[in-house]
């Protein structure tokens, strides 16, 4: 019942899941979660107040995990992790809310805490079988909490606080994908609480800039400051986030030009994005990597320790010639640099040019440019988590229709195996009785033959048969059945020839005892399928039925795998007769009387090509296929036709046929309402 055991070992580290093919639900559950995800990290970041974050984080996570109180459970600051409260929570009715009680575990700060500190999850799926204290145990029951999910919620490096999901109404076992979502949420949830501290603080700062009636411009850049920070939670594409970041930067310390700079692996550099003034010259492209010999051999220098750099003048700042060559290059007299990090790691620099002459940089000047640079690191590491979701979602997204397809596939597939059976099975059962029957209607012409040979002996020699005779001779019309009883013993074997000439179609057309690769003459395959789809032929629409024109080449046989091959001829076919169906019912051949009117037809011929190909084509004169559908008809599940019994596999297979299997090609040429034509070309032998 457990997922977690005493001590430590209660706590884990969990690992992202590997996709796997399963079945579809559970790829549609993770869809779900991902875009849940999205969703969540959208209204956080839509949001700087804190309750509103609680809240919508709580109500997001219970829906989704359908679970009975999902809770934001917050240290007491000072408290050594022993006192806390619950600051927000989303509980289903049938129990009570937790936010009015204070918790007090003095075990915990020395059981748990530092468990939590490093990260790890608690997945409790029974209390009662979890090998918990028992003052724990109590205070869970308190809240009526049967199974537990405990992630923790980090600050920096401060254990801040913990994100609770109970189950109350029994115990649970927590799957890998529900607490992996519920980390990542957690994990966005920990951004937004220090995206939240650093706008408050900015939002102090400013108060006290107020009260202390600051410089007039320092308030208007620490305004600014709060806009750019705004502008850059609003967007989770980082392109635009430097491309905005850079020119408001330039505008608010009125310098000359703004660049972000990005490190490479060995520590050389690129500039990414830039905003300049008029009468400046780009730097992006005019440079290959930039290699600074100091930066590169200390991995960053001063900047990967956090720090802030500024020059006011560089031919006094003591830097190497070689080093003042450079910036001469990107005409700069003076500058201020900030460090941009993703996580923990240096990722770049955020640069203020003064080209013009000299500056000398003020404190605030500095700070705010370090602020943005933090900002800059936020919004990197965002943008490339949303970027992990939105390509897990889009990869999940795509296996869900993998699967789809396949289990589809498998399907059409299985149905033209139980069809081939089928057919096999009614084709052995008819051709035994009947070669019984064509065997013996030569016996019995013959022995009829044979009788109405000694009747006319008879008449020879006695031509005045008594009256008894003579009566009955007349009753049955002796001489009618003399001339007909031949006629009706050639339609009987005519009739029984039309049957094992069926029979034989039907075997063809099965080829079970031929799945296998091999050489055949593929207008049987074809004539076969005709004789299986011989109903709808001679019934569509109720009208006169469908006339097949064929004109077959002299072709050899072709290497192929014959079952399959008969499944591309009964799909184009069936296509075929689909759409002219539908020209029927949309009224095309209804012109003028029966007898003037269009008739429906379909063309099959064969040829070799020049390049020793087989040539197959087949064309009807149904509804055509409109110009902005062409493009789809080989697409899984689509169908141009619209029939709710149509799977849309039909010409998916077809092509997978053609040309996996076979080393083939297929083509289309169709006008709208004139028809459509299918082209096959196979070799005559396949490379191995």
Not at 113 to 128: E, K, L, P, S, W
Not at 328 to 356: C, M, V
Request: proline share 3%; aromatic share 8%.
């Amino acid at each position: 019942m457990s997922q977690s055991i005493t001590s430590s070992e209660q706590f884990t580290n969990v690992d992202r899941p590997q996709p796997s093919l399963q079945a579809s639900g559970q790829f549609q559950t993770q869809i779900d979660q991902q875009k849940a995800l999205a969703k969540v990290i959208s209204r956080i970041r839509a949001s700087l107040d804190i309750d509103t974050i609680f809240k919508t984080t709580a109500t997001e996570v219970r829906l989704l995990l359908k679970a009975d109180r999902v809770a934001i459970f917050r240290f007491a600051p000072d408290s050594g992790w022993n006192d806390g409260a619950f600051v927000s929570e989303d509980v289903v009715p049938e129990f009570p809310s937790a936010l009015a009680a204070k918790v007090h575990d003095h075990c915990f700060g020395d059981q748990f805490a530092v468990h939590y500190v490093q990260g790890r999850v608690q997945a409790v799926a029974d209390i009662y079988d979890a090998g918990l204290s028992d003052c724990h145990i109590k205070i869970l029951e308190a809240f009526q909490v049967r199974a537990n999910l405990i992630v923790p919620l980090l600050k920096g490096d401060d254990l801040w606080g913990l994100f609770c999901i109970h189950q109350c109404s029994a115990p649970r076992q927590w799957q890998i994908p529900e607490i992996e979502f519920v980390k990542q949420v957690a994990d966005h949830f920990c951004v937004a609480l220090q995206q939240t501290e650093y706008i408050e603080k900015i939002q102090l700062q400013s108060a006290l800039l107020v009260q202390v009636q600051a410089q007039e411009k320092s308030l208007i850049r620490q305004k600014a400051l709060f806009k750019i920070a705004n502008r850059i939670r609003q967007s989770l594409n980082f392109t635009t986030i430097c491309q905005t970041t850079t020119e408001e930067v330039r505008q608010l310390l009125e310098v000359d030009r703004v660049t972000i700079y990005r490190f490479n692996p060995d520590w050389s550099g690129d500039i990414l994005f830039e905003s300049m003034g008029e009468g400046w010259t780009p730097l992006i492209g005019a440079f290959p990597s930039i290699e600074d010999t100091h930066l590169m051999k200390t991995q960053g220098g001063r900047y990967a320790h956090y720090e802030t750099f500024a020059i006011s003048d560089i031919y006094t700042s003591g830097h190497t010639d070689c080093h003042v060559a450079l910036l001469e290059q990107f005409q700069a007299k003076a500058y201020a640099i900030a460090p941009i990090f993703q996580e923990q790691r240096l990722w770049g620099l955020l640069t203020a040019f003064q080209n013009s002459a000299p500056r000398p940089w003020e404190n605030d000047e500095i700070q705010l440019l370090a602020q943005i640079g933090e900002q800059l690191g936020t919004a990197l590491q965002q943008s490339a988590a949303m970027e992990q979701v939105q390509a897990q979602t889009e990869e999940l997204d795509q296996m869900l229709q993998e699967l789809q397809q396949s289990q589809m596939q498998l399907i059409q597939n299985e149905k033209m195996a139980s069809l081939g059976e089928l057919v096999a099975g009614i084709a052995h059962e008819i051709n035994n009785p009947i070669n019984f029957i064509y065997g013996n209607l030569d016996h019995i012409n013959e022995h009829v033959q044979n009788v109405l040979s000694l009747m006319e002996t008879y008449q020879q020699y006695y031509p005045d048969p008594i009256a008894e005779i003579q009566q009955k001779a007349e009753a049955i019309d002796i001489e009618f059945i003399s001339k007909d009883t031949p006629k009706i013993i050639g339609s009987l074997k005519l009739g029984a020839e039309r049957i094992r000439q069926i029979v034989l179609s039907l075997r063809n057309f099965s080829r079970l005892d031929e799945s296998e690769f091999k050489a055949v003459a593929i207008h049987e395959g074809i004539d076969s399928t005709l004789l299986i789809l011989g109903h709808r032929l001679q019934s569509a629409g109720n009208q006169r039925g469908i006339d097949v024109i064929t004109n077959y080449g002299n072709i050899p046989l072709v290497e192929c795998y014959p079952s399959q091959l008969n499944q591309v001829f009964m799909n184009l076919l069936t296509n075929a007769i689909d759409s002219i169906e539908a020209a029927i019912n949309n009224g095309k051949f209804n012109t003028g009387n029966q007898i003037d009117r269009q008739p429906s037809r379909i063309w099959i011929s064969t040829k070799i090509t020049n390049q020793n190909q087989v040539e197959i084509r087949i064309r009807d004169n149904g509804m055509g296929i409109p110009e902005n559908t062409k493009a789809k008809i080989f697409d899984h599940f689509f169908s141009n036709l619209e029939n709710q019994n149509r799977t849309g596999l039909g010409l998916a297979i077809t092509l997978q046929i053609i040309t996996g299997k076979h080393q083939g090609t297929v083509k289309v040429n169709s006008t709208p309402d004139q028809g459509a034509e299918f082209i096959i070309y196979l070799p005559l032998k396949i490379k191995a």
